[in-house]
């Protein structure tokens, strides 16, 4: 055999040894099932990323993945991945809303005169989003990505009018029109996920 060869027995025996659809592989990998399936009928071979993506998933190291295949162990997948990635996201985001909480009370409490601190928790709502399109770009979800990206745009516009608003003598009444910013800006997000979709499914 050789390594494409290798590689699609090896992964057919430790997914099921998991007892695995390729459908629930490919989401726990964040790939799609129809990738997972050209790898277990050796049409493809995964880039260098996935295919550490996918020793870590079964506990095992490249070189094994790659070789000969043997009678399947028990392999421990790292099934508190998404759990773990859940847990650190919010702690961050609450880190931010915690900052905004402290920054607001400490203000009241030391300087009761200062107004419109109630804006600190409209600021945390852009650096919220900004944490979670960090997050979501560095573990690849490539879903959730777009949405969070989508969602910053439209905090950013709704803090940039309330500030502006809050603190403009005179606002203008022509203001609300800060929101057509986001719209081309939205459309370029749904242009690039369908863009990213239509290169990955080529690809695979």
């Known amino acids: 055999m050789d390594i494409k060869e290798n590689l699609a027995q090896n ?17 726990k990998l964040n790939y799609s099932d129809k990738a997972v399936s050209k790898w277990e009928r050796g049409e493809s071979f995964p880039d260098l990323y996935v295919l550490k993506q996918i020793a870590d998933f079964y506990g095992v190291t490249i070189d094994t993945l790659i070789a000969p295949p043997k009678t399947p162990k028990k ?21 931010a809303w915690l900052v905004a909480v402290v920054c607001y009370a400490f203000l009241d409490i030391i300087f009761p005169g200062i ?79 369908i863009y990213r979709k239509v290169k990955r499914s080529a690809a695979n």
């Not at 790292?78 to 996201?89: E, N």
């Not at 905090?155 to 203008?172: D, R």
Request: hydrophobic share 55%; net charge positive.
């Open 115 to 193: 107004k419109n601190t109630w804006l600190f928790f409209i600021y945390a709502m852009p650096v919220s989003f900004i944490i979670l399109v960090v997050f979501s770009a560095v573990w690849k979800k490539r879903v959730l990505t777009p949405i969070f990206v989508s969602f910053l745009i439209w905090t950013m516009a709704l803090t940039v009018y309330l500030v502006l608003n809050t603190y403009l003598i005179s606002p203008p009444s022509t203001l609300w029109e800060i929101f057509l910013i986001g719209i081309p800006l939205q459309a370029l997000v749904v242009f690039w996920t």
């Open 11 to 27: 992964l057919i025996q430790y997914r099921k040894a998991l007892n695995l659809t390729q459908a629930e592989l490919a989401e």
């Open 75 to 95: 392999y421990k997948a790292q099934p508190f991945t998404k759990i773990r990635q859940t847990v650190i996201a919010l702690c961050s985001v609450g880190i």
